[in-house]
């Protein structure tokens, strides 16, 4: 489904060139969740702005079911179905949550259907009661009730992949199994979607099908959860 290929992000000028992603190449396959997790500044944010057009590739390529998006732009992108849920989502004035959801699930197959109910639904899914759904998605609200609202819209989206980029981030009081939960009720509702979790949690981490640790911009290891976890704890990633 997603093939990322010698992928290499560089920035600065010539002489103090500094490359934040060094030739990683990666293949997702169709309903496979890959969790990407690695040390602060390894480059997982990167990859994701990469994957999703917000970042432009200094060399490589991204193929998407068969096509060549490299030069694609978000908006393209996000048309042929691939959806990104930020670390620190944007605010969006005049715009309610109800609004935000509403436009995540337009012009796609979607499985919001009566939607009163299932609006109020979706946002009960992330912890927050019907009344946010008559909020603005501006500064009243708090990081961690942006981020809840971030992944629902990503999820009301249902694309054929997505990427959440670190979804525990600001996540204090809600229940961090209720993460875990929505990553498997998303899996058993859109079997054939792909996922991409960027992650510190031990308990995301081991729902993967693969776990993807980046180190310097390149993949360090790679590998099923029984098999990566172990490593991970004795290094202290
Ligand atoms: N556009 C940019 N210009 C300069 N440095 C950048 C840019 N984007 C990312 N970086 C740097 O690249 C490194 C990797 O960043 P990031 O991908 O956000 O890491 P992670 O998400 O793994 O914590 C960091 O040191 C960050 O400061
Ligand atoms: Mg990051």
């Given amino acids: 489904m997603l093939q990322v290929k010698n992928l290499s992000f560089s920035v600065g000028p010539a002489r103090k060139r500094s490359t934040i992603l060094n030739n990683l190449s990666l293949k997702i396959k169709p309903s496979e969740f890959v969790v990407i997790t690695g040390p602060n500044g390894s480059g997982k ?3 994701a702005k990469l994957i999703m057009g917000l970042e432009k590739a200094t060399d490589g390529q991204i193929i998407f079911n068969q096509q060549n998006i490299t030069d694609k732009d978000i908006t393209e992108r996000a048309r042929l179905g691939i959806a990104f849920a930020f670390q620190q989502p944007p605010h969006f004035k005049g715009v309610t949550v109800k609004d935000l959801l509403q436009i995540s699930a337009t012009g796609h197959e979607t499985f919001l259907e009566d939607t009163e109910t299932d609006y109020k639904k979706l946002i009960e899914t992330v912890g927050l009661d019907e009344s946010y759904l ?5 500064n009243t609200l708090s990081g961690g009730e942006l981020k809840r ?10 694309a054929q992949l997505t990427v959440f980029d670190e979804p525990e981030a600001g996540i204090d009081i809600w229940s961090f199994e209720k993460l875990v939960q929505i990553f498997k009720k998303f899996r058993n509702k859109a079997p054939e979607r792909a996922l991409i979790v960027i992650s510190h949690q031990q308990r995301l981490i081991r729902q993967a099908d693969r776990i993807v640790v980046l180190r310097n911009g390149q993949i360090a290891l790679e590998g099923q959860p ?3 976890l172990p490593q991970l704890q004795e290094e202290n990633v």
């Avoid at 008559?134 to 501006?138: C, L």
């Avoid at 609202?149 to 249902?158: D, K, L, M, P, T």
């Fill in 45 to 47: 944010s990167t990859l």
């Fill in 134 to 138: 008559e909020r603005e998605v501006n």
């Fill in 226 to 228: 029984d098999d990566i």
């Fill in 149 to 158: 609202i971030e992944i629902a819209s990503a999820i009301a989206r249902n």
